[in-house]
């Protein structure tokens, strides 16, 4: 029996092909793997996460209507295609033509004029990071001395390879790491592309299939919702809006949230 649903949104920057299959399925998402396109020069396929409407927007994110378990029939490996404006996945047949489109990118121009701002209020993110992430996260980290006073530091010190595909899980501790690294660079760095892109260029290789695909992401500048509201937060001045942000960041995956935020509070350029 087929089960059709509508996709409600779609980031701008997914682009789904046919030819591909399931990478693996969890009980509120299901991702995605599509061939490279040699004609884009992509190194490795595509990835996109069909994600339930409490998961939310993110960069390579299809959110589509559904309840929880709605994937379980869905095995890793099952072929993916479509047909017209419809995605086919074993028993699921989802709708793509009516989904608004998500811009996964901040308007990082716009948060650049208010750095200032922004950065006065990264001790009260810090502390309140601290206060509500999980024990087993990477923000212990912030509470050690560290001689990194610079991203150009964070490059000839070789961190992209000591973090990329630390830990376990399709996105390991230290990939997260980097990602808030990267967002950080878009924030505060002078010339944020490159470093992000060189960042990237190394962290990639060396980790999941879904987690190069979501460091090459945040190369681009791109991020889930809740860091878009965390960052619009940091641009503010209430403090009690700010601290439902970081609730928000720190409620992605175990410890993922956490140890995102870890890398963008770990250097002061």
Do not use: Y
């Amino acid at each position: 029996m087929v089960t059709r649903l509508d996709a409600l949104s779609i980031s701008r920057s997914v682009r789904i092909r046919t030819g591909g299959q399931v990478l693996a399925v969890f009980e509120r998402a299901c991702d995605l793997v599509t061939p490279r396109d040699s004609a884009l020069n992509e190194v490795t396929g595509n990835v996109v996460a069909l994600v339930l409407a409490e998961i939310g927007n993110g960069p390579l994110n299809v959110v589509i209507e559904g309840q929880p378990g709605i994937f379980a029939a869905v095995e890793s490996g099952t072929p993916a295609w479509t047909e017209g404006s419809t995605l086919s996945l074993g028993n699921l047949e989802i709708e793509l033509d009516c989904a608004a489109v998500w811009e996964p990118r901040p308007d990082w121009e716009e948060l650049r004029r208010h750095r200032a701002r922004i950065e006065s209020h990264l001790p009260l993110l810090r502390d309140l990071a601290q206060h509500q992430a999980p024990h087993d996260s990477l923000l212990p980290l912030l509470k050690a001395e560290s001689d990194l006073t610079g991203f150009g530091k964070l490059v000839r010190s070789d961190l992209a390879t000591q973090f990329a595909g630390l830990g376990s899980g399709l996105t390991p501790a230290g990939d997260d790491f980097l990602m808030g690294v990267m967002l950080r660079a878009w924030l505060s760095h002078p010339e944020p592309k490159p470093f992000c892109e060189q960042l990237a260029k190394v962290a990639a290789p060396c980790t999941t299939t879904l987690s190069a695909a979501l460091l090459r992401a945040a190369a681009r500048g791109e991020c889930n919702t809740a860091w878009h509201h965390l960052l619009d937060a940091l641009a503010g001045e209430t403090e009690n809006v700010l601290a439902a942000a970081v609730g928000s960041v720190l409620a992605h995956g175990h410890t993922s949230g956490a140890d995102t935020l870890t890398g963008f509070l770990w250097l002061n350029p």
